[in-house]
């Protein structure tokens, strides 16, 4: 890296400004994608149409010849839904600097892969065989990358975040704003002793352990805040060696791959609620895309696995409360707390940061604003509906037709997940912060597990009804 | 925004802050988050001190761009 930096004299950074950041984060970017689709939505359905022509999604088959027959009788569909997404997400690559050029083939190729993972979701034996879309994805993107590689020409496409956050924004218009406001609460305090708990661990595990401050402080909020956004967020508020990120970052995947599979594993063997194992998902998983992954597979269950009450989107939206609502939000607090630490505390580095409370907010994961007003903004246009009215009218013109957007925005980041993801590359972590952020993921395990299923389960059953 | 102070490492020549290299610098960034997130803000690299550090942070190395 250090050549990347010196061999170059034209500029290679930006002078922050907050009216780039609109057009320069892919927050933002995800804001707009997301929100226009819902107004689009809502314009149709108010003038007695519906986008769900073109939010087009496979049905359950049970032979290839079934499958074969949907693809053939909405072939048009998948292809108008195709360059939806592209114009939409190719418009957003751009203005990030991504060229269109190198972009488009690649998203067509993940559109095509994406596609054939969710018709594969949707065999009526997928779930007997394990074949949960989100897992199907993401074994096959791994299997790929750590073998024969990914090709390049395919990695502009591969923008997991991008596609999760504009996934989460669409989300919103699934829940309920009343809904937000009667769960968040909850999922604030249980976020909010699990993220106390699981950072003092990890630091006070790495001090103990001889490792220094910046890199405990990196590996604590990657474990008990937000994963790898996390960890870049306090390795550049707190001035942390370049190589310390590198090994918080490689902890943090490696983990959090592990828990995409284990944690419906034991939820679906123990019987939890969808609702209880989405609450424990969002506590104890590390990064939105890896938690929205268990919760979605975890989801699936609902009505296919014996003896797993709760409905299907139950898991979703209790992950999302808890890891978006309940932990994401904090990560500026948590950067200019301990900004103010590294600067007035620790160890003098050569270079010196000012915190400023300003910090809160630009690192503030804008992305949550876009969900709380597709939230906002379906919960007005529901409102005059009953419940019954709102099943027959509002949920398949209106919002049945967001969720598939949403589902297809998912599955483009779990596959893009597993692409991208290539142990190799990884820098060696050590023995020290292997063990400092392991007994973290225990406690962090364990402790989600107890709030999710015996403190706050009756909560979280009720959100599974 | 405003905060960013003169002589600062966003206005460094060792300091570099573009998404593309940050990812590249950062195996895994890319596979559970981005460089284009709102958490990096303007964070980059520091090819002398070889840190991840803050468009504001300040040190005694600072270099104008040519």
Redesign the interface.
């Known amino acids: ?2 050549e ?3 061999h170059a ?1 034209a ?8 009216w780039r ?1 609109l057009i ?5 970017w995800a804001i707009w994608i997301g929100l226009r689709l819902v107004a689009v939505a809502i314009a149709l359905f108010a003038n007695g149409g519906s986008i769900k022509w073109i939010a087009v999604a496979p049905q359950k088959w049970s032979h290839l010849a079934n499958a074969a027959a949907q693809l053939q009788t909405h072939g048009a569909q998948y292809a108008a839904l195709c360059v939806l997404w592209a114009a939409s997400l190719g418009i957003g690559a751009a203005a ?2 991504i060229k269109l050029s190198r972009f488009l083939p690649a998203f067509l190729a993940l559109y095509v892969v994406a596609g054939a993972i969710y018709f594969l979701g949707l065999w009526d034996q997928a779930a007997h065989y394990n074949l949960e879309p989100p897992l199907v994805a993401l074994g096959l993107g791994l299997l790929i990358s750590n073998t024969v590689g990914a090709p390049r020409w395919l990695e502009p496409g ?5 596609y999760i956050k504009t996934g989460i924004v669409l989300l919103g218009a699934g829940l309920p704003l009343t809904l937000i406001a009667w769960a968040g609460p909850v999922a604030i305090v249980q976020a909010a002793i699990v993220s106390l708990v699981t950072f003092g661990v990890i630091y006070f595990s790495a001090v103990r352990l001889g490792l220094d401050r910046r890199l405990a402080a990196t590996l604590g909020t990657g474990g008990a805040v ?5 960890a ?2 306090i ?3 707190v ?8 090994v918080a ?2 902890l ?2 490696v983990w ?1 791959i592990v828990m995409i599979f284990v944690l419906p594993l034991v939820a679906r063997s123990l019987h939890l609620s969808t609702g209880v194992a989405g609450a424990w998902i969002g506590t104890s998983e ?2 939105d ?2 938690g929205l992954a268990a919760a979605q597979t975890y989801g699936g269950y609902a009505g296919n696995v014996p003896g797993i009450a709760g409905n299907a989107d139950a898991a979703v939206s209790a992950f999302t409360l808890m890891k978006v609502i309940g932990r994401d939000v904090w ?2 607090v948590w ?1 200019f707390v301990l ?1 103010l630490i590294a600067t007035t505390r620790w160890e003098r ?6 915190p ?1 409370a ?2 809160i907010w ?6 949550v604003l876009g969900f709380l007003v597709a939230s906002a903004v379906i919960t007005i246009v529901s409102k005059g509906y009953d419940y019954a009215a709102y099943k027959r009218v509002v949920l398949p013109g209106l919002v049945a037709p967001l969720q598939a957007l949403r589902t297809w925005a998912f599955t483009f980041a779990f596959l893009s ?1 597993g692409l ?3 142990f190799r ?3 060696s972590v050590g023995a020290r912060p292997f063990y400092a952020f392991t007994i973290g993921v225990v406690v962090n395990v364990l402790l989600g597990f107890v709030l999710s299923t015996q403190v706050f389960s009756e909560f979280w059953n009720r959100l599974g009804q | ?1 405003s ?3 003169a002589h600062s ?3 460094c ?9 940050v990812e ?24 002398v ?13 600072y270099t104008n ?2």
């Open positions: 890296m250090a990347i930096a010196e004299h500029r290679l950074s930006i002078r922050p400004s907050a950041e320069r984060k892919e927050d933002w990030l600097g591969l923008r997991v975040e991008f937000c994963g790898v956004s996390g870049i967020a390795g550049g508020a001035g942390a060696k370049k190589e310390q990120v590198s970052i490689s943090v995947v959090a590390f990064a895309a890896a990560i500026g950067a900004s580095t050569g270079v010196q940061n000012k400023e300003g910090e630009r690192r503030f994961p804008k992305f997940i991208t993801t290539k590359e990884f820098a | 925004m905060s960013v102070r490492c966003v206005d020549r060792h300091f570099n802050g573009r998404p593309l290299d590249q610098a950062l195996p895994g960034l890319s596979s559970l988050s981005s460089a284009y997130a709102a958490v990096r803000s303007g964070d980059g690299i520091c090819a001190h070889d840190r991840y550090v803050a468009a504001s942070s300040v040190c005694a190395g761009l040519p």
